[in-house]
């Protein structure tokens, strides 16, 4: 059923190409019968099977060509890990659900937390807009991370490192809350780089080996929003891939890796290359 609608977004989104593989496919056949059958006379292809043959052929060599998977697996080699890379919607996923945060843990909406971030999504939607629990839950779980106090112009004053950890829980559903970016006091810009996203993933990747239980953890595209680390969404795959398996060979994390990847990516990466790349 997921290869149907992904072969249906393919044609949606492409619908000339698609018709233009078709009919390369038909040429290339047509092509090669009219040169068999010159060479070789003994040989007679022709007539409505044949004709019918072709066109069948070609249609399905030219979907093949529009069809891309929502969904790839990659074991990592010599144990018992997947990474698992899907587009999706990461509040939908099983297991734990890692969310980036500011190195402040911001929970206001507005300059400090972006409606429009997975974070501010996660504001909205598990708490309502009233983040009261979530400032509770992150103060509990950082009492004994050393923080220090910085004067910013909106929002939340106590600075965390990077990589900090807050194990938020929203009814039966767990979230892990990590400190990915550094946010200017005086504008409360997000900014990230690969330093960073290396270090805030190694931290993660830590306290999942505690929190997860077995379960999956879902991790959304991190370094792709408004934290701004400027790198195509390939090489933040490639990244965050690496960041895992790195991880997982020095001692596992879980057996399941989930690396949630919004719909808006989708005609940007093609995951059979993403696949092949780390096959190999």
């Given amino acids: 059923m997921t290869s ?3 072969l249906w ?3 949606r ?8 593989y078709v009919f390369t496919n038909f040429s290339i056949i047509f092509t090669l019968v009219r040169a068999i059958t010159y060479f070789l006379p003994a040989i ?4 409505w099977l044949a004709l019918t043959a072709a066109v069948v052929i070609s249609i399905v060599f030219g979907l093949r060509k529009v069809w891309k ?3 790839i697996e990659i074991p990592v080699a010599h144990c018992n890990t997947t990474i698992e890379v899907v587009f999706d919607d990461l509040f939908k996923q099983e ?3 890692a969310i ?3 190195e402040f843990f911001d929970s206001k909406l507005g300059k400090p937390v972006s409606d429009k971030s997975i974070h501010g999504i996660f504001i909205q939607k598990c708490f309502g807009g009233h983040p009261e629990s979530f400032d509770k839950q992150v103060d509990e779980q950082l009492g004994n991370i050393q923080s220090e106090e910085i004067a910013k112009v909106e929002g939340k004053s106590k600075r965390y490192p990077i990589g900090s950890t807050a194990l938020i829980t929203v009814n039966q559903d767990r979230y892990l809350a990590f400190a990915f970016a550094k946010t200017d006091p005086s504008t409360c810009k997000a900014s990230s780089d690969v330093r960073i996203m290396w270090v805030a993933l190694h931290e993660l990747w830590k306290r999942v080996r505690i929190e997860s239980g077995g379960y999956p953890v879902n991790l959304p595209l991190v370094g792709s929003g408004l934290s701004g680390i400027g790198l195509p969404t390939r090489t933040l795959l490639d990244l965050i891939i690496l960041s895992a398996i790195t991880e997982t060979k020095e ?5 399941r890796i989930r690396i949630v990847l919004h719909r808006d990516r989708f005609d940007a990466l093609d995951l059979r290359d993403v696949k092949q790349h780390w096959k190999e």
């Fill in 4 to 6: 149907l609608v992904d």
């Fill in 9 to 11: 977004r393919g044609i």
């Fill in 13 to 20: 989104h492409h619908p000339w190409k698609t018709v233009q």
């Fill in 44 to 47: 007679k292809i022709q007539g």
């Fill in 69 to 71: 998977p929502s969904r």
């Fill in 95 to 97: 297991g734990i659900r």
């Fill in 100 to 102: 980036a945060v500011n």
């Fill in 251 to 255: 001692k596992e994390v879980t057996q």
